[in-house]
C-alpha cells in the first residue's frame, strides 16, 4: 500500500472506524473452483449493462409515433418511421459510438441471463439450495425470472419487426388469461395492440423498474451469501460447519476478480465488434401485416415460444365459466409451473430425502438420485420445448414437413423427459448401491467418504490454512 493510499485509510479510519470491517472484509474466504465465477460473471454484465444502459437511454425516444429519419443511412433515408425505431436508427449510424454501445448493451444481456441460468444450475446440481441457504435459493429464482422479463422488454424497445412480433405474442398471451385477461392486457398495454402506450410503458419497466427490482434483489442475495458464508466442494479436511477452505479476499480473490472483470469486458467488446448483433436495418420496423412464421425471439424465450409452437389448438370449458385455451397452458401455466417446481424442489428434497441440520459441503448429484432425477427431466423438457422454436426452420433444412416436425416435438417433449429422468434415477440408486452406500441424511454422513484418517495432521494442517472460522453465534 502505497504512503498516499496508507494515509488516507488512517484519515478515514479516524472518523468512521473502518479498520476493523475492513479487516474482517479482507478476509472473508473463497472457495477454490471456477464454477464459483459463474455469479461473478453474471455480476460484472450486470454492471456493463447498467453503464451502456444510462449511454443508451440519452437517445432512445420511447414512442410509435411516425417521423422521418433523415440520418446518414441511405436506405432509410427520407422515409416515415416509428419514433423508437428511427432513434435506434439513428443511435446506430449517427451517434459516435452508438452502435458499438448498443452492440454491448445486448451481449452483456445475453451473458448476464446466461451466467445467471448456468449459477442456477450449479446450484441445483451440487445442492447449495439445502438448509440454512433456501430463502436465498428462492431469491435467485426471482432474480432469474426478473432478468427474462428485463430482457424481453429490452428485446421490445426497437419495434423492429421482430420486436412488434415478441409484443403481439405477449399480448395475446395476456388475454388467454380466463376472465380477467381482458382487464389484464388493458392494464400492461393501456389499449388494443398496437397502441401507443406499449413502448413509453415498456421503457418503464426496462430503464425503472426491473432494474431496481434486480438490483434490489440482488443486493440481497449478496448479503445472504455473506451472512451465511460460501459453500464448498467435499474434500479431505473439509469441514463446512467450522471453516471455509480458500483464498482471503485480499489480495487472491480481489486479484482474481478484478482480472476477471477485464476479460468479461474485454470479451463482451470483441464479440460486439465481429458479430453484428441486433442488427435492425436487415429486419425494418414493425409492421403488422408483414410478420412470417420464422420470428424467433431470444434464446432464453425459446421454450415458452417452442411451447407455444408445438401445443395442440384446443379449448376446455371449466362449469362453463371461464375458458382455458391452449395459448394459455403453453404460454402461461407451463412456464408457471416450471419455476413453480424449482421453486419448491428444495423443500420437496429435504421431506422425500429426510435430510436433517444445515448442509454447507456440496455433493455429487448422483448421490441424491431424486435430484439428478429432476434436473435431468426439467432441463431435458426445456431444451426439447426450446428446440421446437426452430421448427420451421429445422422443416426448411432437413426437408421435413413442418407438421411432421411438430407432432415430433410434441411425442418428444412427453416421452423423452420422464424416461431420461427414470434412467437417471435408476443409474444414482445403483451405483450407490455397488459403493455400498445409501442417500446420506446429514451432512456428516455425507462427508464420510472425504475423511482422512486419524493422526493425519499435516492434512488437517493444511486444510485449515488460509480458511475462515465459524462465527461466534450471536
Not at 115 to 140: C, D, K, Q, S, W
Request: with cysteine; hydrophobic share 50%.
Amino acid at each position: 500500500m502505497t504512503p498516499l493510499f496508507a494515509w488516507l485509510f488512517d484519515t478515514l479510519d479516524e472518523r468512521l472506524g473502518l479498520r476493523s470491517p475492513s479487516r474482517k472484509a479482507a478476509n472473508k474466504v473463497f472457495p477454490h473452483n471456477w464454477s464459483f465465477l459463474l455469479g461473478e460473471i453474471a455480476l460484472f454484465a450486470l454492471v456493463v449493462l447498467v453503464l451502456t444502459g444510462v449511454f443508451l437511454t440519452m437517445f432512445y425516444r420511447p414512442s410509435i409515433e411516425a417521423v422521418t429519419y433523415n440520418g446518414s443511412f441511405e436506405l432509410y433515408r427520407g422515409t416515415t418511421q416509428p419514433a423508437a425505431f428511427e432513434s435506434i436508427l439513428r443511435l446506430s449510424h449517427d451517434i459516435p459510438g452508438g452502435l458499438l454501445f448498443r452492440r454491448i448493451h445486448r451481449v452483456a444481456a445475453h451473458l448476464f441471463v446466461a451466467a445467471g441460468v448456468l449459477h442456477m444450475l450449479r446450484i441445483l446440481l451440487t445442492g447449495a439450495f439445502r438448509r440454512p441457504r433456501e430463502v436465498n435459493y428462492l431469491v435467485g429464482i426471482g432474480l432469474i425470472t426478473f432478468a427474462f422479463a428485463a430482457g424481453f422488454t429490452g428485446y421490445s424497445l426497437p419495434y423492429d419487426s421482430l420486436a412488434g412480433t415478441g409484443i403481439r405474442i405477449a399480448y395475446s398471451e395476456l388475454l388467454s388469461f380466463p376472465v380477467v385477461g381482458d382487464s389484464i392486457a388493458f392494464w400492461v398495454f393501456g389499449g388494443d395492440f398496437p397502441t401507443g402506450d406499449v413502448i413509453p410503458r415498456f421503457f418503464v419497466f426496462h430503464v425503472m423498474v426491473l432494474p431496481a427490482i434486480i438490483i434490489g434483489t440482488l443486493t440481497i442475495h449478496l448479503l445472504l451469501v455473506v451472512r451465511q458464508r460460501h459453500t464448498q466442494f467435499p474434500a479431505r479436511g473439509v469441514d463446512g460447519h467450522r471453516f471455509v477452505l480458500g483464498k482471503p479476499l485480499w489480495p487472491a480473490q480481489f486479484a482474481e476478480s478484478a482480472t476477471l472483470m477485464l476479460w468479461v469486458g474485454g470479451v463482451l467488446a470483441l464479440a460486439s465488434i465481429l458479430v453484428p448483433w441486433s442488427d435492425i436495418t436487415l429486419i425494418g420496423p414493425y409492421v403488422p401485416g408483414e410478420v412470417g412464421n420464422n420470428a424467433q425471439p431470444d434464446w432464453y424465450m425459446f421454450w415458452v415460444e417452442g411451447a407455444l409452437r408445438i401445443f395442440p389448438a384446443v379449448e376446455f370449458s371449466v362449469f362453463n365459466l371461464m375458458t382455458i385455451s391452449g395459448p394459455f397452458i403453453a404460454g402461461i401455466l407451463l412456464p408457471g409451473l416450471v419455476f413453480t417446481g424449482l421453486a419448491l424442489y428444495p423443500f420437496i428434497e429435504r421431506r422425500v430425502c429426510r435430510l436433517e441440520g444445515e448442509w454447507h459441503v456440496l455433493t455429487n448429484p448422483l448421490e441424491i438420485p431424486l435430484r439428478a432425477a429432476f434436473v435431468v427431466g426439467t432441463f431435458g423438457f426445456v431444451l426439447i420445448i426450446s428446440a421446437a422454436a426452430t421448427n420451421d426452420i429445422l422443416s426448411r433444412l432437413t426437408g421435413v414437413p413442418i407438421e411432421a416436425a411438430t407432432w415430433f416435438f410434441r411425442i418428444t417433449a412427453v416421452v423423452v423427459p420422464p424416461l431420461a429422468a427414470a434412467a437417471v434415477y435408476v443409474y444414482s440408486t445403483r451405483r450407490l448401491r455397488r459403493r455400498g452406500r445409501t442417500v446420506a441424511t446429514n451432512e456428516q454422513d455425507a462427508m464420510r467418504p472425504y475423511l482422512f484418517s486419524a493422526g493425519s495432521s499435516d492434512d488437517e494442517s493444511m486444510a485449515r490454512s488460509g480458511s475462515e472460522p465459524e462465527p461466534e453465534p450471536e
